[in-house]
C-alpha cells in the first residue's frame, strides 16, 4: 500500500488502524520522514495521534537511495518523538556495507527550532579518469552553532580520500531588516605535492611553475544584500580563490568561470525611471591549472543606466 501524509510518505506491506485509540500500525514499511528528512526501513513503524513513531527491527540513513555508499543507522528500536528527542537501542553506524561503530544506545534532538549540534553525515564518491579529479571517498561531518537569531554558523569538517583533510564554514547573518549576507569559506592542505602529468591535458607548450611543495587550496565567497529605503538596494559580492582550478576540483562547477571578482551594485528606483551603477574588478587567472597561479588584472568596469519607464494607472 502507498502512504502520503505531511509527515510521512513511502510504502508498507499493510496498515492496522486502532480506531478508539487513533494508533496505525505500518508493517514492512520503506518511508521518508519528512520533518526529520529520513528514509527509514523498519520490520513495523507505530504511529500516535501526537505524532511520536515507534520503529522496530529499522534502518534509518539520511542518503537518498541513489547515493552509492550511504551512510545509515540499525537499530533494533527507535522513538522518535516530535519536537523532542530521537533515542535509539543497540543502535550499529555502517559505512556502506561495513559496520563501524556499535553503541548500546543513542538520544538526539529533534526539535524544528534552530538549536546546535550535529547535522546529518553525508558522504559520496568522485573518481574520474583525469587524476586531478579523482578525489575518491569525502565524508562531510557538518556541525550547527546557533549563534543568535540574527546569525548562525556551520562548520563542516571533512575527509577526503586522495587529498587530505579539508575544512568549511558558512555564516549566515541578517542583523537589520531587509538585509541578509553570506560568507562561505573553504581551504585545504593537500597531503601530497602535484606533479606535472596531472596538469598535462591543460598545461599549455610552455607550461608552468611547478609548485615547491604540497598545495593550500582555497575559496571564498561573501554575499551582502541590503535594502536602502523604499526604492534603492545595495549588493557586494567578492569571490576568491586560491587558483583557477580549485572549484572545478572540489566543487563539480566546471561553468564557473576562473577569476577573482569583486563587485558593488547600487540600484534605484523612481516615479518615471530606475537606474543601476556597478563597479567591478575581475582578475582572470592566466591558466586554470595549479601550476600557473598568476592572476592578470582585468580594466576596472563603470556601468550606468537610466531608463524610463510608464506608470501604469
Known sequence: MRVETPDVSGIAESLQMDLNTRVGTFQQADLYLVRSGLYVRAESVVVYPD???????CTLTSCRPDVEVPW???????TLERDALGIAWNPRFWLGPVPLLWLPGVAWPTVNTRQSGLLGPRIFRETSSLRRYDKGLRLQLPVFVNLGYDHDLTLTPEIV?????????????????????????????????????????????SGGTPPAGPLTRYRLDWLHNQQLGDAARLILTLRHSSDGQVRHEYDNVFEFRPYRTYQASLTGQGPWAQAALTYEQNADFVQESVYAREARQTDLLRRGRCSQRRRVK
Open 51 to 57: 505524532g511520536r513513531l515507534e520503529l522496530r527491527r
Open 72 to 78: 545509515s543507522l540499525a537499530a533494533s528500536s527507535v
Open 161 to 205: 580520500q586522495y587529498r587530505g583533510l579539508p575544512l568549511g564554514a558558512e555564516y549566515n547573518y541578517a542583523f537589520w531588516e531587509r538585509q541578509r549576507g553570506q560568507l562561505n569559506v573553504w581551504g585545504l592542505r593537500e597531503r601530497d605535492p602535484r606533479t606535472p602529468a596531472d596538469e598535462n591535458d591543460i598545461l599549455t607548450p
